[in-house]
């Protein structure tokens, strides 16, 4: 059974590495063609170069992981479950799974360094300090250690005390998602929009199309982060708009208006639902898959079939089935995208979309051009090339295409 999972496991890493190769040959050809998308030649390029970092460092880090990988499963989990001898099931599991989370974050923090803190700051996407981005990662560890032991816990209890164990397992956790997209904009912090104006004209867009909020706020994004970006946040009562401090500084009103109309896309075609629906489709099947294991796997990999050797085992495994399930979940996810495009541009114009569409992709150093196989398994978001050419717009020409002609 282990040989099982090795082989799947080296299938996900040949075509995370394969295809992060395909990626960046593909854009270093096309880094010498003609400036599209209103990019200058320097833009152009150095939005080619940033995708070309970030894919490598992405290549060597998915190599790593894989190394990672082989020694956890070859003597890593049976030494640590040697060294880790604890009566307690759910006190083991707590240390265990721990343990095994903070030995790979450390492992793996040099690359999360030097995104961070040298690529994306290269390019001006990022204003953040080592010492801020250190203690960003310390709070990120306390809050996953105090809310991930509690997690832990409960799962081993679940785990110790019901047979189908899983199925209130994938309960929980879908739950636990929707709890937290409620919560997130009640604790978030963020000012209340203070521009009239673009205030009222937001609320006449909500208006056109049914759609109540519990207000438009704006966040110092360009604190930490240039990239320009609008979205709704919240489910039912808690729903609210946000707008970065930087877009509404760098984008006419109208372009807003455009960035909104898409989202409200989005709103109208219950989206966030479906991707809710998607969510739990995914965690059902992980949960089924990891919750009727045979008890030979355990044995293979030198641990007791308790808790913390089902839930280590689990969150080694379950990036196979969440990788290999990317394109139909990001096909979906694109047609989305598609759809709420269409809604956008019909609220307010064409034009209006493409023009933010186009500046956006300049100031966050988009590189447009994108290998067929890096977006069948990275992107989430149709090409800027193929969302242009939807619209009825063409990149080369820089005009609509005349449908009489």
Not at 141 to 157: C, K, N, Q, R, T
Not at 275 to 292: D, E, K, R
Not at 359 to 388: C, D, G, Q, W
Request: charged letters at 20%; aromatic letters at 14%; a positive charge.
């Amino acid at each position: 059974m282990l040989e099982i999972f090795i082989i799947f496991y080296c299938i996900k890493s040949f075509l995370e590495i394969y295809t992060l190769f395909m990626q960046i040959k593909y854009v270093k050809n096309a880094k010498n063609l003609e400036p599209i998308i209103l990019l200058d030649s320097s833009k152009y390029k150095e939005a080619a170069n940033c995708s070309i970092g970030k894919d490598k460092l992405e290549m060597y880090l998915s190599g790593y992981n894989f190394i990672l990988f082989i020694l956890w499963i070859l003597f890593g989990l049976s030494y640590l479950d040697s060294v880790i001898q604890i009566d307690s099931y759910y006190l083991k599991a707590i240390i265990f799974v721990n343990t095994f989370i903070f030995i790979n974050l450390i492992l793996t923090l040099p690359f999360k360094l030097f995104i961070t803190l040298n690529l994306d700051k290269k390019y001006s996407f990022l204003h953040i300090t080592p010492t801020a981005f250190i203690k960003d990662t310390m709070d990120s560890l306390l809050l996953f250690l105090v809310l991930g032991s509690i997690i832990i816990g409960l799962f081993s209890f679940i785990i110790n005390s019901f047979t189908n164990w899983w199925i209130l397992i994938f309960a929980f956790i879908f739950i636990f998602i929707i709890f937290i997209k409620i919560l997130v904009p009640m604790i978030k912090k963020g000012k209340k929009l203070k521009d009239k104006e673009l205030k009222n004209k937001i609320r006449n867009l909500l208006d056109k199309v049914d759609c109540k909020c519990s207000g438009i706020f704006s966040v110092k994004a360009s604190k930490d982060d240039d990239q320009l970006n609008a979205y709704f946040e919240g489910l039912g009562v808690t729903k609210r708009i946000v707008l970065t401090d930087i877009l509404i500084e760098k984008l006419t009103h109208n372009e807003i208006l455009a960035v909104l109309g898409h989202e409200l896309g989005h709103f109208k075609n219950n989206d966030m639902f479906k991707n809710i629906a998607i969510i739990g489709i995914v965690i059902f099947l992980v949960s089924a898959i990891f919750g009727n294991l045979p008890p030979e796997l355990f044995l293979e990999l030198k641990l007791n079939n308790e808790p913390y050797a089902i839930i280590t085992v689990a969150i080694i495994f379950s990036p196979i089935f969440l990788f290999l399930t990317r394109p139909i979940i990001y096909a979906i996810s694109r047609h989305i995208e598609y759809v709420a495009d269409e809604f956008g541009s019909n609220l307010s114009t064409k034009e209006d979309l493409v023009n933010v569409l186009l500046k956006l992709a300049n100031e966050n150093k988009s590189f447009p051009l994108s290998n067929p196989m890096y977006i069948l398994f990275y992107h989430t978001h149709p090409p800027l090339v193929k969302r242009f050419k939807k619209l009825g717009f063409d990149v080369y020409t820089m005009k609509f295409i005349d449908k009489n002609e």
